[in-house]
């Protein structure tokens, strides 16, 4: 059976949920390249809309994405958005800060020739969030935690992402003075470097979910979520190792759209992932209005957004952060006698700091390279200090 790679580009197929589902052994022998659309119409922030196209595992390729499409949002009431854009390879964004609740929407997108859409349906209330918590865990970890009331008509199916933030420091306050000795390092790797501030002390990073969670209390006697675990993080982590902070957006889904992610988590999970054929009766919510007979995938949500942020201070945690892998410490080698002129190498063209307890470098001196010194070495560190952060470090 010729085997075939589908991509699905919204990170709603990874979505968290317990139920039990084994996925058919037996794939459609017809199953072929199509389209695969999904998003979120939303009320409150920007809609999110990713288009790709399934692949051949022999192509070669580990995703097509569709870049040239025309993305827009319809309403049953005559509503049509602004045309979506296009800001990376796949996704598209629409502003619908202001989305009205009064009718029914869908995606419109139209791809070289065909007309493709979402069926039309109202925005989900969602209720707002009660507390997002963290616990520390005997492997280690620490866990975050999604409490939610939401009212007893309203519905029962929720989704969630989250976007992370954490400031962290460099391994050694060098230009901060932090530790005793002379300084040994070239200026022109520091060239904002003082004595008493150190400008590479502390960065920032931030990052998007790539997981989703999803949770029924239809089974409950009351509409509510209490504690529901989100995601974890090692104690080792870089992300808790000062200030964490997560943003927590909140999404009310359908019954329908509930199963839809289920199966697909399911599915991803009792095969090899996402790069494999997918069972032939999860096909989605949209469709091909200008040719019915095309097969296309996917699924969009619509429904308002609630969100809530928290913050994870080193000092909340019992349990201890370790110093940072990548901090390399040299120590003199006395029985080399070239290990004077190799230090001064690595200060002069790879950035590394001496310290020594005299004015020379000396058998009592300490290297170290620039990723203990400098936290931008971090690999997506910036020195951007979200505005939204609790504290004025620069």
Known sequence: MRKFLILISFVGILCSCV???KIPLEISNNYQEELVIEGRILSGEESVFYISRTLPLNSGLSVSYITDADVYIIGQNG????????????????????????????VEISVRG????????PLLSTPDIHDVSHKEREDKSVSFHVTTYGNANDSRFYMWTYEEDWEF??????????????????????????DGKNPYYYCWMHNNSYTLNIYSAADLTENTVKGHE????????????????????????????????????????????LFTPMPTDVRGNVFCYSNPEKSV??????????????????????????EYDNCHITFPDSSNPNWGKEWNDKIKYNGALAVSLGERIDTESILYNKECIDCRKTQGATKKRPDFWPNNHE
């Not at 509503?79 to 619908?96: H, L, M, Q």
């Not at 065909?114 to 349906?121: A, D, M, N, R």
């Not at 306050?173 to 002379?182: E, L, N, Q, S, V």
């Not at 995938?297 to 370790?322: C, P, Q, W």
């Open 230 to 273: 989100l995601f974890r993080i090692g104690v080792e982590d870089i992300r808790i190792s000062y200030i964490y902070s997560v943003l927590l957006k909140q999404w009310s889904l359908t019954e329908e759209a509930y199963e839809y992610f289920r199966l697909m988590k399911l599915y991803t999970e009792d095969s090899d992932g």
């Open 169 to 194: 420091r460099a391994s050694l306050d060098a230009f901060g003075r932090k530790i005793p000795g002379t300084l040994h390092y070239n200026k022109e790797f520091y060239p904002d470097a003082k």
């Open 297 to 322: 995938r996917g699924y969009v949500i619509a429904s308002d957004v609630k969100t809530k942020r928290m913050f994870l201070y080193e000092s909340d945690l019992v349990l201890n952060h370790s």
């Open 79 to 106: 509503y049509r958005s602004e045309k979506a854009i296009n800001i990376e390879d796949g996704k598209y964004i629409i502003d619908t800060e202001d989305l009205e609740k009064n009718t029914q929407y869908a």
């Open 114 to 121: 065909e007309i493709y859409q979402s069926k039309f349906q």
């Open 19 to 21: 139920n039990e589902y």
